[in-house]
Structure formats: structure tokens, C-alpha cells
């Protein structure tokens, strides 16, 4: 069955920086299109990265130079590294399978609060 | 503000249809795949529609999904209770190089 679980969440003052994990089962995070979405309390989705098999990796506006997507083979696992937090970076964040538009499935999500 | 635009609520009576629509623009919808997220209280969304109109294993096909331009539609049928929700629409913006959802359209089955 594949699945994906989502750790690293937590309370973290503005400014501070955070590493999210998402644990794959089931298939392989290399051989696909991985994304991060996020959600803020009461509002709608935001998709704010992926990265492709191939290496390719893409960011929203947002969130360009300040977090980093990355993948641990050996582990399969999906990462991301969130730097320069701020308060609007308050959100649920979700990793799913897939790229483009298609992401399937989806893990629980791991809540970041950036509050001082 | 959303780059893709969705009514922020339908409504409609069990055993009725409704229709959610996604509109964009010809960096995104109009040119690339549409997809369609149902998003149930406290949970994760869920893949309802991929490249348009294609339905996941699972999904039953009282869910439909189309595209016209730069605008796509999910349709239901036959509402049930349990089809309450968030419905999103979602597609990858050629210009921006990044993924774009709608707002989300709240669904109430009276």
C-alpha cells in the first residue's frame, strides 16, 4: 500500500528554520514526481515545491530562497528544509506523490507555527 | 487571491447534481491539465479528476470533470450527505513554473 507520513512539524520562532520529512512506503521517491503543498489554518491549498525524478525541482515565489526540497534515496524519504520562517508560513504542510497536478495520495500533514 | 477563481459555495439537495467551475488563463488551464481535490473536514485532500477528466480507482463516477479553454468544471451527481466538503481545482502554470490552486468551493448538501 503506499503511503506517506510527514514529521518535523512544530513551533518555531520567526526567523528560525525547520526541516520537514515525508516517509515514503509502497513505491520508490526517486522514481517520482514528488510536492509539498501547505495549507493555512481555515484557508485554501497552496503548493509551494516539487521535484521531479530527473533532479528538476521548482518553487513557488513565495517560499524561492528560503526552503529547499531535497530527497534521501537511501531512506526514502522527501525533505524540506524551511529557512527565514515567517509568521504567513503558518500552515499544515502536506507532501504527496506527483508533480504538475496530479498528487496522489496525500500524507496526514505536520503542522509548522511560526510565532514568537 | 487565487490564480485559479472558484465560487467560494454551492449547495444543492441529496440525489441532486452540482457543478463547481475553474476559471484561468491560458498559462494554466489552457494549456495544461486540470485536477480536481476533495477535501473533507480535518483530513487531507483527496484525488477526485487528473488530466481533466480522468477519475482515479475508487473514485465513483458520480464525479465527473471537463475543460473548455481556460475553464474546467466538476460535476456530481447524485449527492450524497457525505459529499460535503472543500473542492479544489488544481493546475500547473507554464509562466510561473509552479503549481496554482482555485480558492476552494464549500459544498452543502441540505
Known amino acids: 500500500e503506499v503511503h506517506l507520513v510527514e514529521s518535523g512539524g512544530g513551533l518555531i520562532q520567526p526567523g528560525g528554520s525547520l526541516r520537514l520529512s515525508c516517509a515514503a512506503s509502497?513505491?520508490?521517491?526517486?522514481?517520482?514526481?514528488m510536492t509539498w503543498v501547505r495549507q493555512a489554518p481555515g484557508k485554501g491549498l497552496d503548493w509551494v515545491s516539487v521535484?521531479?525524478?530527473?533532479?528538476?525541482?521548482f518553487y513557488a515565489e513565495s517560499v524561492k530562497g528560503r526552503f529547499t526540497i531535497s530527497r534521501d534515496n537511501s531512506k526514502n524519504t522527501l525533505y524540506l528544509q524551511m529557512n527565514s520562517l515567517r509568521a504567513e508560513d503558518t500552515a499544515v504542510y502536506y507532501c504527496?506523490?506527483?508533480?504538475?497536478?496530479?498528487?496522489?495520495?496525500w500524507g496526514q500533514g505536520t503542522l509548522v507555527t511560526v510565532s514568537s | 487571491q487565487s490564480v485559479l477563481t472558484q465560487p467560494p459555495s454551492v449547495s444543492a439537495a441529496p440525489g441532486q447534481k452540482v457543478t463547481i467551475s475553474c476559471s484561468g488563463s491560458?498559462?494554466?488551464?489552457?494549456?495544461?491539465?486540470v485536477a480536481w481535490y476533495q477535501q473533507l473536514p480535518g483530513t487531507a485532500p483527496k484525488l477526485l479528476i487528473y488530466?481533466?477528466?480522468e477519475r482515479p480507482s475508487g473514485i465513483p463516477d458520480r464525479f465527473s470533470g471537463s475543460k473548455s479553454g481556460t475553464s474546467a468544471t466538476l460535476g456530481i451527481t447524485g449527492l450524497q450527505t457525505g459529499d460535503a466538503a472543500d473542492y479544489y481545482c488544481?493546475?500547473?502554470?507554464?509562466?510561473?513554473?509552479?503549481?496554482?490552486f482555485g480558492g476552494g468551493t464549500k459544498l452543502t448538501v441540505l
Open positions: 504527496a506523490r506527483g508533480g504538475g497536478t496530479s498528487f496522489d495520495p
Open positions: 521535484i521531479y525524478s530527473a533532479g528538476t525541482i
Open positions: 509502497g513505491f520508490t521517491v526517486s522514481n517520482n514526481y
Open positions: 488530466d481533466n477528466s
Open positions: 488544481a493546475a500547473w502554470d507554464s509562466i510561473l513554473s509552479a503549481g496554482v
Open positions: 491560458s498559462s494554466n488551464i489552457g494549456n495544461n491539465y
